[in-house]
């Protein structure tokens, strides 16, 4: 699949996720009060930072290891 797509497109849709979902987190935290906090704004935000975390494991941690690994099978 690497081959096909190549690297670039799927580190720049793992980045527009990981923007969007902190922009996300960032609009529920800014909704959070801290005198009467509310449960499901906090699970909410904790959930959007789960999705970057996702994202960044899936799409920039392991996409630039690939291509040097198969480099390295073709010699």
């Not at 690497?2 to 580190?11: F, M, N, T």
């Not at 902190?22 to 930072?49: M, R, W, Y």
């Amino acid at each position: 699949m690497i081959d096909r797509i190549g690297r670039r497109k799927p580190l720049l849709w793992g980045t527009i996720g990981i923007t969007i979902a902190l922009i996300c987190e960032a609009v529920v935290n800014s909704q959070i009060d801290t005198k009467n906090p509310q449960k499901s704004l906090s699970i909410a935000g904790v959930f959007f930072l789960f999705c970057v975390t996702v994202i960044f494991s899936c799409k920039s941690i392991t996409l630039p290891s690939l291509p040097p690994t198969v480099r390295q099978e073709q010699h």
